[in-house]
């Protein structure tokens, strides 16, 4: 059976190799993105279709849904630290001497919860109005969500918590739902220019096997836990660092 799956963000790094992977298992990919040639390219590439919503906005995610749904499985990859998409500000400081302005403070933690966690529920929550039995929602987390004292990372522990919720709620009608959290994953735009040699030898120095991911070992994860071998993995946190964050 050809499924249909939403991937939001579709237009990254992650975003194309998760497309890729489940183009190539035969499914009838459309991808989402905010930017309309970056979003092209990206259907070029992967052979999805692509869709042009600003997942974060409740009335595009509305009219996205009303020609979409259903959808058998999304995958809620948008988001980004959107500290990166602005220079350096006083709410950037943490010295007590160099306290920020609250106006700045609240303008930075609401563009990052608006970016993570207000477009990962939006969408999923009108994912899952429609989806069939045998469903699937794998949202995106953070390895930042476990050293959470920035907006970013609080945002992210968010979405972790709730898709866990979510699972619960879903649950009975057949569709599970869990969070893939990367760690540094290289060949993104995520740091936007922003990555130091010195800061990038110290992530991967970090991990266990010495190397940087890749998209394509996030995209092995979200496949797996959108087949049916993964129909009893529900509610899980799964983690894709190369053991720089390990868990019991």
């Known amino acids: 059976m050809v499924r249909t799956v939403l991937v939001t963000g579709g237009s990254g790094g992650i975003g194309r190799a998760v497309a890729r992977s489940f183009v190539q298992a035969g499914d009838d990919v459309v991808l989402t993105g905010r930017h309309a040639d970056a979003l092209a390219d990206a259907a070029r590439d ?4 692509a869709a042009v ?16 749904s259903p959808v058998d499985v999304v995958v ?4 980004g ?6 220079p350096a500000t006083p709410a950037d400081k943490t010295r007590a ?3 920020p302005a609250l106006d700045d403070v609240a303008r930075a933690w609401r ?29 995106v987390g953070s390895i930042g969500a476990e050293y ?13 918590a709730w898709t866990a919720g979510l699972s619960a709620a879903v649950g009975p009608r ?3 739902a869990n969070c893939v959290v990367p760690g540094y994953i290289e060949g993104t735009g995520y740091f936007k220019g922003r990555l130091s040699r010195e800061r990038h030898d110290t992530l991967v120095a970090a991990t266990h096997d010495k190397r940087p991911g890749l998209p394509e070992d996030v995209a092995g994860l979200v496949t797996f836990l959108a087949s049916p071998a993964a129909r009893h993995v529900t509610g899980q946190t799964l983690h894709v660092n190369g053991g720089a964050f390990t868990t019991r």
């Open 46 to 49: 992967t052979g999805a279709r």
């Open 53 to 68: 919503c600003d997942v974060a906005d409740a009335a595009a995610v509305e009219a996205l849904f009303g020609e979409l």
């Open 76 to 79: 809620a990859m948008a988001g």
């Open 81 to 86: 630290n959107t500290d990166f998409d602005r």
């Open 97 to 99: 001497d160099e306290a």
């Open 111 to 139: 563009a990052n919860l608006e970016a993570n966690l207000i477009s990962t529920v939006l969408v999923v929550t009108a994912a899952v109005r429609d989806m069939p039995a045998g469903g699937a929602v794998v949202t």
């Open 148 to 160: 959470a004292g920035t907006s970013y990372g609080v945002a992210k522990a968010a979405v972790q």
């Open 174 to 176: 057949g569709i599970t």
